[in-house]
């Protein structure tokens, strides 16, 4: 890890998959008085390693990071505005969730995804979400779902404009909200790392069209208007093609 302030942290950048009205805040000037000690510079730093953290996953998904390319620290620090240190952070984590490989002396690569593990994360992801999908059609009200009604349409919103960045958050946000009905974080957690992987590139796969995330979002509608009907046949069958069909 670099030593050292590191002033480069707290310039702001744009993140590649977010509005442009997004900035990194500016750190701390350090005037504080005795009754009132500054704030450690450890939460400023995590800060920024966070807003990088999310911008390079929207450039994952976004297919601006290339699967098999590599990249270095360096580089992206100055794509967004930063020291290489945050990147580091950012990228480390990643491979901890398998995004990137580590590269020595080089940088990070980009993984390279197939078919197969596609169709291995979709099948674990059905294991866990489908049957307590069914066992909350049967016991959540229906006002619990129709609280639901915001995050299906911020899907459908990401897909009519095509930004596929967005359309990958808000996917997740509305399936860890179904999921969060359980009560159960754990399996929400799992559930989320797995949708969360599900979401990075084929090697040489083709692009998601406005047309298949629009396909995508409203089955989320569809979804949850059979929730609220309790149709548990309808249901059933929207699940299952749902993550039978889907790579999002």
Not at 145 to 163: I, K, M, S, Y
Not at 216 to 234: F, G, Q, S, T, Y
Request: aromatic residues 4%; contains cysteine; hydrophobic residues 45%.
């Amino acid at each position: 890890m670099e030593q050292g302030r590191a002033r480069e942290d707290a310039r702001p950048y744009t993140s590649p998959g977010t509005p442009p009205d997004v900035r990194v805040p500016e750190q701390a000037r350090g005037e504080h008085t005795h009754s009132e000690p500054p704030a450690p510079r450890v939460v400023q730093r995590h800060s920024v390693r966070g807003q990088v953290l999310d911008a390079l996953r929207a450039a994952l998904v976004g297919g601006e990071l290339a699967p098999g390319q590599v990249y270095s620290a360096p580089t992206l620090g100055a794509r967004f505005g930063v020291s290489a240190t945050p990147v580091r952070e950012a990228m480390q984590q990643l491979a901890a969730e398998g995004s990137v490989e580590v590269v020595p002396n080089r940088g990070f690569r980009v993984s390279e995804r197939g078919p197969r593990e596609l169709a291995e994360l979709a099948e674990l992801r059905a294991l866990i979400e489908v049957p307590v999908m069914l066992r909350l059609a049967r016991t959540v009200p229906e006002a619990g779902w129709c609280a639901l009604r915001p995050l299906a349409d911020a899907t459908v919103a990401a897909a009519t404009v095509g930004h596929r960045a967005a359309y990958a958050e808000s996917d997740r946000a509305f399936h860890r909200a179904v999921l969060a009905l359980s009560g159960n974080q754990q399996l929400v957690s799992v559930a989320d790392d797995l949708h969360r992987r599900s979401q990075w590139p084929l090697v040489n796969g083709p692009v998601d069209r406005r047309a298949d995330l629009l396909a995508d979002a409203a089955e989320h509608i569809a979804l949850l208007d059979a929730l609220i009907a309790r149709d548990l046949a309808v249901v059933r069958s929207l699940v299952g093609d749902h993550f039978s069909g889907s790579q999002a």
